[in-house]
């Protein structure tokens, strides 16, 4: 078990720009799942993933924001032309998708935009 | 809607003194609640779950929880506080039908020597 892996750990960039981050789930987990969470707050949802279908999406998900799994495996989050509120953590979870069975998160990718 | 409430933003305790954090739900059904532990700049950590049964559950390093409905509480304790436990603390309730966490707002917990 590797755990839930995020990269890039932080990311700095000039409004405007674009910023993809890339989750690796624990293996065979088939739920994959996108959070926010700004300073001094809890995480809040995003979206989710069962295999490579994405079945949920929060109002916090813009339109500037996309979220894709392909294959069922990875996944990528993407944020088009960032705003100054974009700045976060972006916290990857996942899980077997069965029932009983918790999240699991990564270390995620801390979001600074300039 | 279901939501999460930790009261306490900040908890300051003594090493080897006890703990307890509070949470409290509002949820239609029999909730699943759960505890994660954030230190800074990194991920969260499950600590203990509850889905059913006994109502007090044992997690890792120590800490148990207990779930009272007639309360809508799933408050932490841990009978002697180290100074690594030291960190964030957060109370989460599953929304019914998915597996969406919703959080609450965290207790910060500091650890004085």
């Known amino acids: 078990d590797t755990g839930v892996s995020q990269d890039p750990r932080h990311k700095i960039t000039k409004r405007g720009q674009n910023v993809t981050f890339r989750c690796d789930p624990i293996?065979?987990?088939?739920?994959l799942y996108w959070y926010r969470q700004t300073l001094g707050q809890g995480p809040e949802f995003l979206t989710y993933?069962?295999?490579?279908?994405?079945?949920?999406k929060s109002r916090l998900l813009s339109d500037r924001f996309s979220a894709e799994r392909p294959k069922g495996s990875f996944s990528t989050l993407e944020i088009q032309r960032t705003e100054q509120g974009d700045s976060a953590m972006y916290l990857c979870a996942s899980s077997p998708g069965t029932s009983n069975q918790p999240q699991h998160f990564g270390d995620g990718t801390r979001l600074s935009i300039l | 809607a279901q939501s999460v409430t930790q009261p306490d933003i900040h908890i300051t305790v003594s090493e080897g003194a006890s703990l307890e954090l509070r949470c409290n739900y509002s949820y239609g059904a029999t909730p699943y609640l759960f505890w994660y532990v954030q230190s800074p700049g990194q991920g969260l950590q499950l600590l203990l779950k509850y889905f059913s049964g006994d109502t007090l559950v044992q997690g890792i390093k120590g800490f148990e929880a207990e779930f009272k409905r007639s309360q809508s509480s799933f408050n932490l304790r841990k009978p002697s506080v180290h100074w690594s436990d030291a960190a964030e603390y957060f109370c989460?309730?599953?929304?019914?039908?998915?597996?969406?966490?919703?959080f609450g707002t965290g207790t910060r917990l500091q650890v004085f020597p």
């Open positions: 989460a309730v599953v929304r019914y039908n998915t597996d969406k966490l919703i």
């Open positions: 293996s065979e987990h088939n739920r």
């Open positions: 993933f069962q295999n490579e279908a994405q079945l949920e």
